[in-house]
């Protein structure tokens, strides 16, 4: 199984970033697709996940209304479009795939490499 993140790059405070996720090696349509983030000196967290039914979890934190979470299950490939950026969003972003419910770090079952995302002011 691999999941290629990519689509990441410096920004501006204010622009926006597509990242792709390209799935390969497993039935794509039938997995739950969740983005995590993991800043310099902080732990990975949730940005959001969109499941094998097309149903959006946002994350808890002020990222909605700004990220959107969409997937195409016939390119296998999912998608987080980010808008209005800061630079508390910089992180590298990663994609991951899990058969279960939850998106917890500790619970996907399969991860990219991740994405450097970087936001200047």
């Known amino acids: 199984v691999q999941l290629q993140a990519s689509g990441g790059g410096l920004v501006q405070a204010g622009g926006s970033l597509r990242l792709s996720c390209a799935a390969s090696?497993?039935?794509?349509?039938?997995?739950?697709l969740g983005w995590f983030r993991q800043a310099p000196g902080k732990e990975r967290e949730f940005v959001g996940g969109?499941?094998?039914?097309?149903?959006?979890?946002n994350s808890p934190y002020s990222i909605k209304g700004r990220f959107t979470i969409s997937r195409d299950n016939a390119l296998n490939t999912v998608y987080l479009q980010m808008n209005n950026l800061k630079p508390e969003d910089t992180a590298v972003y990663y994609c991951?795939?899990?058969?279960?419910?939850?998106?917890?770090?500790?619970?996907?079952?399969?991860w990219g490499k991740g994405t450097q995302v970087t936001v200047s002011s």
């Open positions: 969109i499941g094998w039914t097309g149903g959006v979890t």
């Open positions: 090696g497993l039935t794509f349509s039938r997995y739950n």
């Open positions: 991951a795939a899990t058969m279960g419910s939850v998106y917890k770090t500790s619970g996907m079952d399969y």
